[in-house]
Nanobody, 126 residues
Framework: QVQLVESGGGLVQAGGSLRLSCAASGRTFSKYAMGWFRQAPGKEREFVAAISWSGGSTNYRDSVKGRFTISRDNAKNTVYLQMNTLKPEDTAVYYC???????????????????WGQGTQVTVSS
């Protein structure tokens, strides 16, 4: 059974940084692209960042480009999201997910992912 467990969320002031981690098990991690999504209260879940199965390609939503960095360590079955220069509008529950199909590059559509973590809360105060 595939399990994804996020950690690293918390409360931070605007301009601060957080690093999210997502530990995966139950699937050959290195064969699947991974993504981060977020959901703010009253809003739909939205794409944040994705990384290819090899780590060679990444993709970001425009509003986080230059501030967030996605990375992965296939030896540790873990994907990370380094978030710098955080803004109040980044406040949301952040979810990691694993791509539905192996060896896809950087899917951005929520329907391209099949397993999800439980989420970790990120709150940015102004």
């Amino acid at each position: 059974q595939v399990q994804l467990v996020e950690s690293g969320g918390g409360l931070v002031q605007a301009g601060g940084s957080l690093r999210l981690s997502c530990a995966a098990s139950g699937r050959t991690f290195s064969k699947y692209a991974m993504g981060w999504f977020r959901q703010a209260p009253g809003k739909e879940r939205e794409f944040v960042a994705a990384i290819s199965w090899s780590g060679g390609s990444t993709n970001y939503r425009d509003s986080v480009k230059g501030r967030f960095t996605i990375s992965r360590d296939n030896a540790k079955n873990t994907v990370y999201l380094q978030m710098n220069t955080l803004k109040p509008e980044d406040t949301a529950v952040y979810y990691c997910a694993t791509a539905r199909v192996p060896r896809t590059v950087v899917p951005t559509n929520i329907r391209d992912y099949d397993y999800w973590g439980q989420g970790t809360q990120v709150t940015v105060s102004s």
